[in-house]
C-alpha cells in the first residue's frame, strides 16, 4: 500500500504573500511532483492549516489545487484553519455527527482515522469528549491496523513554541484511548511542526512532515515564537505492508 501525507499548506487570498511567498507556488510544486512521481498512491492525507487564517480565498485556491492531484485526498483541520469556511468551500468532505472533521475512511490495507484537534481562537489543539468519544467508537469492535492522523502532536518534540502549543487538552485520554487499541495501531502521522520528524510516542510510531509553504527552524533555544526557515516545500511517502511502515520525504526543489 502506497499513500502520501501532506501538511500545512498555509494558502491565502491569492495575490497575497506569507513570509515572502506565495503559498500557492509551493502547493503547485509538490502537486506537479506527486503527479509525476507518485501518481500510483491509493491516497492522499492532508493533516491540516490548509489556509494560514481561515481565508474563503485560501479554500477556493487549495481546492482548485488540490483538484489535480490523482488519487484521492482525506482531509482535516489545524490551528490555522476555519471550520465553517472550511466545510463551506469543501461540503463534500465527511464530518462526525457534531460537525468535526473527522472521518474513518477504508485505505487499501487498512482503516484510516482523521482526527479534528482545531480549536477556535486557540493555536493549541483540543480533543473534546465529543471527538474523544468517536475515536473510542471508531476503534471499537474492528481488528486491523489503523493509521491515524492528526495535526497537533499529542507530546513534546523539543520545539520551544511548538511545544507550548501542542495538543493540550485531551492527550492523557488519547494516550489511553491509544494504549487500549495499541494492537491495532500502525502509525501516527502528524502536521504542525513543519519539519520532516520521526520518533515513537509510548511505543507508538510517528512522522510528521514539511509543510508546502513556510518551515520552521530546528531551534532548539528560542521560546515563545516559532522561528521561519526557508526551506523547501516537502511531502511524505508511505509504504505499508504487513511487514511494516516505511515513510520517505520528498523535498522537491524549484525549477
Ligand atoms: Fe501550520
Given at each position: 500500500?502506497?499513500f ?5 499548506l ?12 506565495d503559498p500557492r507556488?509551493?502547493?503547485r510544486?509538490?502537486v506537479?511532483h ?6 500510483d498512491a491509493?491516497?492522499?492525507?492532508i ?10 480565498e485560501?479554500?477556493a485556491?487549495?481546492r ?6 490523482p488519487?484521492?485526498?482525506h482531509?482535516?483541520?489545524g490551528?490555522h ?12 468532505v465527511?464530518?462526525?455527527a457534531?460537525g ?7 485505505m ?5 482515522l482523521?482526527?479534528?484537534t ?6 493549541e ?16 469492535g ?6 491515524l ?15 507550548d502549543?501542542?495538543?493540550?487538552e485531551g492527550a ?7 494504549w487500549r487499541h495499541r494492537a491495532r495501531?500502525?502509525?501516527?502521522f502528524i502536521g ?9 510516542w ?11 509553504n513556510?518551515?520552521?527552524a530546528?531551534d ?15 511531502y511524505?511517502?508511505?509504504?505499508a ?14 525549477g
Open positions: 500500500m502506497k502520501l501525507h501532506l501538511s500545512d498555509h494558502l491565502v487570498t491569492p495575490g497575497a504573500a506569507l513570509h515572502g511567498m507556488a509551493g502547493l510544486r509538490v506537479a506527486i503527479r509525476a512521481h507518485h501518481a491509493a491516497l492522499a492525507v493533516t491540516g492549516d490548509l489556509t494560514h487564517a481561515g481565508e474563503p485560501g479554500y485556491a487549495a482548485e489545487i488540490l483538484a489535480g492531484l488519487m484521492p485526498c482531509i482535516t483541520l490551528n484553519d476555519s471550520r465553517p469556511a472550511f466545510r463551506a468551500a469543501f461540503p463534500e465527511a464530518v462526525d457534531a468535526f472533521v473527522q472521518q474513518a475512511f477504508a487499501p490495507e487498512g482503516l484510516g482523521l482526527l479534528d482545531h480549536e477556535p481562537g486557540r493555536a489543539g483540543r480533543l473534546c469528549p465529543a471527538r474523544l468519544s468517536w475515536l473510542e467508537a471508531a476503534l471499537r474492528g481488528s486491523g491496523p489503523v493509521f492522523f492528526l495535526h497537533h502532536p499529542p507530546f513534546r518534540v523539543g520545539l520551544g513554541r511548538m511545544d502549543i501542542r495538543l493540550r492523557g485520554e488519547l494516550e489511553n484511548i491509544l495501531l500502525r502509525h501516527l504542525h511542526l513543519h519539519r520532516a520528524v520521526a520518533g515513537s509510548r511505543g507508538l510510531p510517528f512522522t510528521g512532515v514539511r509543510g508546502t513556510h518551515q520552521i530546528l532548539f533555544v528560542t521560546q515563545g515564537v516559532a522561528p521561519v526557515s526557508f526551506e523547501a516545500p516537502g511524505g511517502v508511505v509504504l505492508s504487513e511487514a511494516g511502515v516505511v515513510v520517505h520525504f520528498e523535498e522537491p526543489t524549484a
